[in-house]
């Protein structure tokens, strides 16, 4: 018989081993509690570009960008090959570490460029395409060449290969109106989709929805018939008819705005609808440094800024079981010179560049042809005058008087909105300024007249004393209300308002300078305000003559006329073009190609260039809009 000493060895034995068991079943169960959790679960990233506005060759002096050379510290921002070399690269460390990417655009990648004149096989597309994005949006500049010339950039797109899906959820058209026929056939046949749920690793399901929204939708007249429904209720049916199709998670591609700040109606969005995870905003240009979390859903909400200077960045961790994202981070990512470009993508750029340099032969320009040069910043400044402001102004009045073939009568004033300012002139490395510089800075619209070039067309209008006041009154009354991009820059005139005094009674006196005065640097001569019989020379372009109604709706009449003083209908609109030739037809006047005139005219790059003693701060061509005291 064995020892009780024995007896009590063999029953610790025994203990230990059934404990040591115990423990490694417990082990086990947590291995596989711990496997159960990460199938679960699953991380993805987003990438997004928005306002993009066909800077291909980045943002900023054009004669400085170098794609290729991380090192020369140049100060262009963005451009394709900046992009393509950081998504690749991003795709490449995500396919390490087995993280799906899925990349986004949220609107307004046309217009803004030269490059705006590859119409034909338009360069855009052919970036979506070559980088493979998931899905796009449209915005409002999208419309600016109307609806017809949408239809044919996309046909071009597709035509060359272009097959990214354009998610306009809440786009409507008019069955009763030929006017949209052409956006009716590409939502028929597909090229424009309702929504897309697009399945990643781990068979997480994401569902796309896109939107333009209230703001955006009143800058694109051209869209007219289309409109597009912006009430919370048919979102959310949106919403949910992809929630009740399978999709796990929503993301909204929105072409309607955030602020610096977390407001806007993006963020309103996510107050009223539920089931938005996230929401891919764009159009306000707000480079959103963290990513903000709105509404009940605990929607987040970012935006990449303007031009292709950032790229955002989300990482998201997703739980199938509890169907939401339970953990993420986001990154605001500089493109700058310290991102190495992509060789493959700089040459499709270069490859549409010169084909461009070939277009413009007629007018004898090439893209990197030097037109001036300056020694300090232009710079716009959101409701305020400035002295861009002020030389783009000034520009246009000057070409005017000395390119329209059709009309002796020298142009008092000149009228130039900042929304169609697009891009500052920046001194950069070597202060010289090419013709890509000039017009990047005014290159928006197209004519609905017929005439190809890109541009809007230059108007030949009279306007009476009183109705000049109204005009300074849109931008210390009504621009504040409307936003900054109907501020009207002036030439010709100056005027003095009181900030103290009652909205749209603000203006007290305006003042005209003779017309020889070609920087509007003369005090001028105080207009009789009552005066509604004698009439002013008036160039504007199109887009700001068909928004005077919109004045006119603020009290602020103003009536565009003839030189007889009748009334001009919308309708006649096309026979007050001014034309640059007597040759048969109107060869029109746009407004980069009045720019590039006055400079080159004025202050070529052979001479001392754009002159800082007038328009640079406290120069003398400034001081056209003064603020006064007192009652």
């Not at 169907?323 to 060789?343: C, M, S």
């Not at 030739?581 to 260039?609: I, M, N």
Request: proline letters at 3%; charged letters at 20%.
């Amino acid at each position: 018989m064995a020892s009780k000493n024995n007896m009590m060895g063999l029953f610790i034995k025994i203990t230990v081993i059934f404990i040591t068991l115990a423990f490694i079943v417990s082990c086990g169960n947590n291995d596989d509690n711990d496997n159960k959790d990460n199938a679960d679960t699953v991380s993805l990233v987003i990438l997004q570009t928005s306002d993009v506005h066909h800077h291909a060759a980045g943002y900023g002096p054009q004669s400085d960008y170098t794609p290729l050379d991380s090192t020369d510290n140049d100060s262009v921002m963005g451009g394709y090959a900046r992009l393509a070399g950081l998504i690749k690269k991003i795709r490449s460390d995500a396919s390490s570490d087995d993280q799906p990417v899925l990349l986004f655009d949220s609107g307004d990648f046309l217009m803004g460029t030269i490059y705006d004149m590859t119409a034909s096989d338009p360069i855009a597309f052919k970036f979506f395409k070559l980088m493979n994005y998931d899905a796009i949006t449209l915005g409002n500049h999208e419309f600016d060449w109307g609806n017809d010339r949408l239809a044919d950039l996309i046909d071009a797109g597709m035509a060359s290969g272009f097959d990214v899906p354009i998610v306009a959820s809440n786009i409507v058209t008019d069955p009763l109106d030929s006017e949209d026929d052409v956006i009716e056939a590409i939502v028929t046949n597909g090229t424009i989709v309702e929504n897309k749920i697009i399945t990643v690793e781990d068979g997480l399901k994401v569902g796309i929805l896109g939107i333009l929204g209230i703001g955006a939708h009143s800058v694109a007249p051209l869209a007219d018939p289309v409109t597009f429904n912006h009430d919370y209720g048919f979102l959310q049916g949106k919403v949910d008819a992809l929630k009740s199709s399978g999709a796990d998670l929503i993301v909204l591609l929105s072409h309607t705005g955030v602020g610096s700040a977390g407001s806007g109606e993006d963020s309103d969005i996510a107050e009223n609808v539920t089931g938005i995870d996230i929401i891919a905003s764009g159009h306000e240009h707000t480079a959103t440094t963290t990513a903000f979390i709105k509404g009940a859903s605990n929607t987040i909400i970012f935006s990449p800024g303007e031009y292709g200077s950032y790229l955002s960045r989300l990482d998201i961790t997703y739980n199938k079981k509890q169907k939401k994202i339970t953990d993420h981070k986001f990154e605001l990512i500089p493109v700058d010179d310290t991102v190495a470009g992509d060789k493959d993508m700089d040459d499709v750029v270069k490859g549409y560049k010169s084909m461009i340099s070939t277009a413009l032969n007629d007018i004898g320009m090439s893209p990197d042809t030097i037109v001036t040069k300056t020694g300090f910043d232009l710079e716009m400044k959101s409701l305020q005058e400035t002295g861009f402001g002020n030389l783009t102004a000034d520009a246009i009045r000057a070409a005017a008087g000395a390119l329209d073939a059709m009309d002796n009568e020298p142009y008092a004033v000149g009228v130039i909105a900042t929304g169609v300012i697009r891009d500052n002139l920046y001194q950069g490395k070597t202060g010289n300024i090419t013709f890509s510089d000039v017009y990047n800075a005014l290159p928006l619209g197209s004519s609905p007249y017929g005439d190809t070039n890109p541009g809007y067309p230059m108007m030949s209008v009279y306007v009476t004393a009183k109705e000049l006041r109204n005009i300074c009154e849109v931008s210390v009354s009504a621009a504040p209300l409307m936003g900054g991009h109907v501020y009207l820059n002036l030439s010709g005139i100056r005027y003095d308002y009181n900030d103290s005094n009652a909205l749209f009674s603000k203006v007290t006196d305006v003042y005209m300078c003779d017309t020889s005065d070609l920087n509007t640097v003369t005090s001028g001569t105080k207009l009789d305000l009552t005066d509604e019989t004698t009439l002013y020379h008036l160039v504007v372009n199109l887009y700001i003559l068909s928004l005077m109604d919109l004045a006119t709706s603020y009290n602020l009449e103003i009536v565009p006329k003839d030189k007889t003083g009748m009334p001009i209908s919308s309708n006649d609109y096309a026979n007050f073009r001014i034309d640059i030739s007597t040759d048969a037809g109107v060869q029109e006047l746009k407004e980069w190609r009045a720019f590039d005139y006055f400079l080159e005219t004025y202050y070529p790059s052979t001479g001392t260039g754009i002159p800082s003693a007038i328009y640079d701060h406290g120069g003398s061509g400034l001081g056209r809009a003064s603020a006064i005291s007192g009652s």
